[in-house]
């Protein structure tokens, strides 16, 4: 089955600290990546993504991800966190082949302590 | 700002009722796809459209149904609501259709659905 993981529901870091935050992923295809932030009554925002080519991506706002196919993981990491990151990370899956159809995680809020 | 937008914010319906959503895509995007996110959850796909033609459907039943019109503008349409309806309604517009080599969905601010 097609699935997404994002083990942590919240995380809780301080401002100036770094980040990670876990998504491990199951799917047939040869997956298409992306992370999106989702703050208060917004939509949500596109960080990065991943199609092909080098396994590390750069995106908005300073993030990044590598994709481990080995691990089947998409882990999305930022060296030092500003308090405006504080929002919930949706980590999502689509395919070429299923018309981009994304399969997203459940979501991990991120706490930002002053 | 991703150019795409949805109306209205935030609607109260009742049980039985029956409820239409817009969206209005970014300029010059084919697809649309719908989104349902209940709280505290992630998003689940409704379905698709493409060209104004349904591109594909989640776990959805029939009473959840949708139109593409000629301006790729698009309605998401429920009837008989349920309590569990209730949920943020997302909608996200790509310019890449079926076959393309990538798809950036963008996505509106979403609709908040409350069944009572």
């Known amino acids: 089955a097609q699935s997404v993981t994002q083990p942590d529901i919240h995380i809780t870091v301080s401002e100036g600290a770094s980040l990670e935050l876990r998504c491990n992923y199951s799917?047939?295809?040869?997956?298409?990546l992306f992370w999106y932030v989702q703050s208060p009554g917004q939509g949500l925002q596109l960080l990065l993504k991943?199609?092909?080519?080098d396994t590390l991506v750069q995106g908005i706002k300073g993030f990044e991800a590598e994709f481990k196919r080995s691990q089947s993981s998409f882990n999305l990491r930022k060296p030092s966190v500003h308090w405006s990151d504080a929002a919930e990370y949706f980590c999502a899956v689509g395919a070429r082949r299923s018309n981009y159809q994304l399969i997203w995680g459940a979501g991990t809020k991120l706490i930002i302590k002053p | 700002e991703t150019g795409v937008t949805q109306s209205p914010t935030h609607l109260i319906k009742t049980r039985g009722q029956q409820v239409t959503l817009r969206c209005s895509s970014q300029?010059?995007?084919?697809?649309v796809s719908w989104y349902q996110q209940a709280l505290g959850q992630g998003p689940q796909f409704i379905f698709q459209?493409?060209?104004?033609?349904?591109?594909g459907r989640g776990n959805f039943p029939p009473r959840f149904s949708g139109l593409q019109f000629p301006n790729y503008s698009s309605e998401l349409n429920v009837n008989a609501l349920e309590l569990d309806d209730s949920a943020l309604y997302l909608c996200?517009?790509?310019?890449?259709?079926?076959?393309?080599?990538?798809?950036?969905?963008?996505f509106g601010a979403g609709t908040r659905l409350s069944v009572l």
């Open positions: 991943y199609f092909s080519g």
């Open positions: 459209y493409y060209r104004e033609e349904e591109n």
């Open positions: 996200a517009s790509s310019l890449a259709g079926p076959g393309s080599t990538s798809n950036i969905q963008y």
């Open positions: 300029s010059g995007h084919n697809t």
């Open positions: 799917y047939g295809a040869t997956p298409y």
